[in-house]
């Protein structure tokens, strides 16, 4: 199926789950969402994939559920966790490495009425990544690395920035006399970039556009796999 865009009556759609956000009502509306989101999203993972793919070569471009597509539902099981049964944000994952794939190294797009958001790394970590991340920063050099990836994505002037730092306190190996220790802070490491979410009804350019943005967020990609390389299982 060749990707097209999403249908134009996709956003709108999104709009009527979160006035309607209940199960009888989905299962009821079930076959537009088959329309105007999970076919397209499906072919947008096929071909997305295929550029991503020219970038690294060993990236997972998988459109299945569970896989770089996610569920309509959400766990409301989980303790704090958003109680709607029904997601109105579509994610698409690309992810390189055998970990988890929201804990390996990830191309990432989401969507929904309010943005288009286009981001590389990880987005938050759990505590095997964590660890990992921690111990190889406590490199200089690493550090060093790191700090000058995330400042030349900033200093291409295209809107990209990065996750905010999470925690206050440095953990066990870090100082603050230590060059960019505040790296030692962040819960994740990810750049993104922030769009208009009418940009998905256009095939071609949010290709495109999402392709720049890979691109050019590479380096953080490429450092954050080989983070994960160093994850040990628990």
Not at 103 to 110: A, N, T
Not at 171 to 184: I, V
């Amino acid at each position: 199926m060749e990707f097209k865009g999403f249908s134009k009556k996709a956003l709108p759609f999104l709009k009527k789950i979160r006035q309607n956000n209940n199960k009888e009502w989905f299962a009821a509306h079930k076959s537009e969402y088959e329309e105007y989101i999970l076919n397209p999203s499906r072919a947008f993972v096929v071909e997305m994939g295929e550029h991503l793919q020219a970038l690294e070569p060993t990236i997972h471009a998988e459109p299945k559920i569970n896989k770089s597509l996610y569920r309509i539902y959400r766990d409301t099981r989980r303790m704090g966790a958003n109680k709607e049964p029904i997601k109105s944000r579509i994610g698409v994952i690309f992810w390189q490495g055998n970990n988890k794939r929201m804990q390996s190294s990830c191309f990432y797009m989401h969507f929904s009425p309010d943005e288009l958001l286009a981001a590389v790394g990880v987005r938050w970590f759990e505590k095997p990544m964590l660890d990992a991340f921690r111990e190889y920063i406590k490199d200089d050099a690493k550090r060093e690395e790191l700090w000058s990836i995330l400042e030349e994505i900033k200093a291409k002037g295209k809107g990209y920035t990065h996750l905010e730092k999470g925690y206050k306190r440095y953990p066990r190996g870090f100082t603050k006399e230590m060059a960019h220790s505040d790296l030692s802070l962040y819960k994740g490491m990810a750049t993104f970039k922030v769009l208009d979410p009418k940009l998905i009804v256009d095939g071609e350019k949010l290709i495109d556009t999402l392709y720049e943005i890979y691109e050019d967020m590479l380096p953080l990609q490429q450092y954050m796999y080989e983070v994960s390389l160093r994850v040990k299982e628990e």
